[in-house]
């Protein structure tokens, strides 16, 4: 520490040590500073009762004790003034106003005495003296410094912003002790939430000029106080680790690495009291208790031990159940058919609490939104039986009153108010409450954990509705990136905003990059048309596809597909979980291959590029109808953890334009939540297509066309590459001998051309379990999961294939040709040699299982895949790693 700091810690040579003076908090701080009293006349008869001493012979001999005389009564003195002084920011008037002595009062000891106590409270003074001369009273004082500024060293683990709100002591106010010793407790009480026990603060004083100084908190931070040991003392009914399960705050160990229950935390200690006692009461011991729970923090301050002392009590089994109840709409005979507990089973004070939830949830739909549900225990200790009796006392039926939306400030109040499910004069029904929780949380602009909360009303039989939201961001500016063994490098970018303008409409523009294609897209959504229920939306959009293969290390395009278009959709809901959307759909496509690669004397060659995409050329016009059938029972559509969705499309191509077919498609979800934060969800789709008028009497020409089938893989499919699966024509070449002859066929998959021919058919399933972390990954955002995807795509006809095909450099030209000679007679010189194969088209399921992980991150949300294929056919392309990253605003 500077020289120049002088330190806060009692400091004096000639006070008494204090061994406290070591503890974490250094603040043994003397609250008084160094006073003299000083009297004339006292000091005048001093000197001379020392040298009267002095002046007795030291050996003269003890003598019997005279009787000692009275002391002479003090002189009474009259205070005629009283005079401030060395005051710097104070007045003297204002010193004056903090004592109780006055001018005319008796000046004595015990006055001189008074002043100082009244002056010290006040804690802006660090020295007083008082002097009486004849009267005339002069108190001279050391005003206390005033604070500059606070500053704190030391402090890595807790940021300043932590911790400089919990200082009470700021600038420019006047320094005490007292207030520092304070805030060295505050800030030490800080770190012990933190876990870091060993903490210490000691504070320093830097003095500077015009009696400023700055305080200086030196922070030992100290390491993290872990938990070593847990001790459990009287089970013998389970074991510690099972036990220990069930607890909150988790043994340090190096596996936990990164889980912030190793720490200790006496409210996290309080709380596992009350999980050991709901465990044992769902066993059936409602006897159970903790006798203690001991806290014993190690002498090097680094782990803590704790150790609890139960006592389990018997085991209980139910007894009678039967629900007494007073409201006429509920029959308790009834109600006690449905009940999950019966007599003989084992007591579950759990199924006791979900049996009031769900009584008091059947009132609330009734429309007794205050119904009191209590349940009566008759416990018999002879034959360790627990009797319920669940009483629904008589309430008034409720109406609404009002609804209230509070902390909307850009999105309206209608967006929120028309997703509820009741309004003003409904009758009360708990179900609906909960529905419209539901709907708005899905609306994803507010936060997750929304509820409409329940406020009684100016009557009895009335109730309010308020729906108090925090808005987060709508708009999402995503990024998504992947790797292909084919295109190795996949882009896509799309900015999009769910909450425009606060009306809940939905704009968007999309744009993806890769070498397979390019597209941009613009779409607008209107949920409520005319603030009527009825959705309206469009989107226009351009894609370009191109598909290319490898000759020789060159990639070659092998066909360009071009789509213009637009659809415009609109929704109506049939009931509650159940809407209607119809659909129109006008697309403008055109095919084309590069002619000088492709083409032999104007037309497109099968052997250079093949029957199937010789058969895919051309322009052509689509327009297609659909409809869906949409049911929606999910908890929220962003991030659901219960409940069951499915879709039914339709859609017929041929109502004007040259393209016609038929084409249904399906797929539904349901999500199941397991307890303790494990999500379990299984999805599934399907579909297939059949062409509505025959395209060729050729046999290998498959009627419905190559752009309108269905492919199958990444992002569908986790494991597999771009369209990686189902039916495809793969070119295998031959590799050259030095001398120019072919040799045998390459084995490297990736020189040989892949084209996807995709099919009629096709299913795919997903099974993921979202698997939840410690608290500390949760803040971080972290949402690790296991997967497994099984899927197929087949159904094509089998086209047209070679084999044994050589192709030659044109003399001439250069360009490649399957002719051996040059126009003109001469040689044409050996390019490539190529076999087909027909692979794929199987509709044997593909499958890969692997974990992804979701993460919230600084720079938005990111998603990444690590997939293992168990199981593929010949011909599909694996892809094990794919990821993608976005952001909010």
Known sequence: MNERYASLTAPAAARAPNPASARASTLAVALLASTTLVNPALAQSAPKAKSAAAAAPAAAPAAAPAPVPAAPAEPVQLVTSITIDGAQRLEPDTIRSYIRLREGDRYTQAAADQVLKDLFATELFADVQVRNNAGAVTIQVKENPVVNRIILEGNKRLKEDKILPEIKLSARQIFTRSKVRADVSRIIELYKRQGRFAASVEPKMVMLDQNRVDIVFEISEGPK????????????????????????????????????????????????????????????????????????????????????????????????????SQLREIDGDSLVKKLPMKAGDWYNAKLVEDTVDSLSETAGSLGYAFANVQPDFARNKDDLTMGINFRIAEAPRVYVERVDVNGNTLTQDKVIRREFRLAEGDAFNSYQIKRSSNRIKSLGYFQEKFEVEQKPGTTPDRIALEANVEEKPTGQLQLSAGFSSLESFIFQASIRQDNFRGRGQTIGLSVDYSYYSRSVQVSFTEPYLFDRNISMGVDVYRRDYNSFNYLNSNRNTTYKQTTTGFQIRAGVPLTEYMSLIGRYTLNFDDVTLDEATYYLDGTCSPLLAGRYLCDAIGSRVSSIIGTSLVYDTLDNRMRPTKGTSWLLSGDIAGLGGSVKYARITANAAHYWPLGKGFVFSLRGEGGAIAPLA????????????????????????????????????????????????????????????????????????????????????????????????????????????????????????????????????????????????????????????????????????????????????????????????????
Request: charged fraction near 25%; hydrophobic fraction near 35%; aromatic fraction near 12%.
């Open 694 to 889: 025959s395209r060729s009497s050729d046999p290998t020409v498959d009627d419905v066309r190559l752009t309108d089938r269905f492919f199958l893989g990444q992002p569908q499919m986790r494991g597999f590459d771009i369209r990686g699966v189902g039916p495809r024509v793969l070119r295998k070449y031959y590799s050259r001998n030095s001398d120019g002859t072919f040799g045998a066929i390459t084995t490297d998959r990736n020189s040989w051309s892949d084209d996807a021919l995709g099919g009629r058919f096709y299913y795919i399933g997903h099974a993921e379990m979202e698997i939840p972390l410690g608290a500390g990954a949760r803040e971080m955002g972290l949402r690790p999961s296991i997967f497994m995807d099984a899927g197929a795509v087949w159904g094509v006809r089998r086209p047209a294939t070679s084999t044994g095909v050589v192709l030659y450099t044109d003399a001439l030209t250069g360009k490649v040709t399957t002719a051996a000679n040059a126009s003109d007679g001469t040689a044409n010189s050996t390019y490539q040699k190529y076999d087909e194969v027909y692979v794929g088209n199987s509709p044997q399921p593909r499958v890969s299982i692997g974990v992804g992980v979701n993460w919230n991150s600084p720079f938005g949300p990111f998603r990444i895949d690590f997939a293992k294929v168990l199981k593929k056919v010949d011909g599909d392309d694996t892809q094990p790693i794919t990821f993608n990253v976005g952001t909010q605003f």
């Open 225 to 324: 106080s872990k938990v070593r040991q847990i001790n459990i003392i009287g089970n013998s009914q389970f074991s510690d680790t099972e036990l220990r399960t069930e607890m909150v705050t988790k043994q340090s160990r190096a596996f936990r690495l990164f889980s912030s229950g190793t720490s200790y935390d006496p409210d996290r200690l309080a709380f596992d009291q009350q999980k050991l006692r709901q465990f044992y009461l769902t066993k059936g011991y409602a006897d159970f208790r903790v006798v203690s729970a001991v806290a014993e923090l190690t002498p090097d301050k680094k782990d803590f031990i704790i150790t609890y002392v139960v006592e389990e009590g018997k085991r209980y089994k139910f007894g009678d159940v039967k629900v007494d």
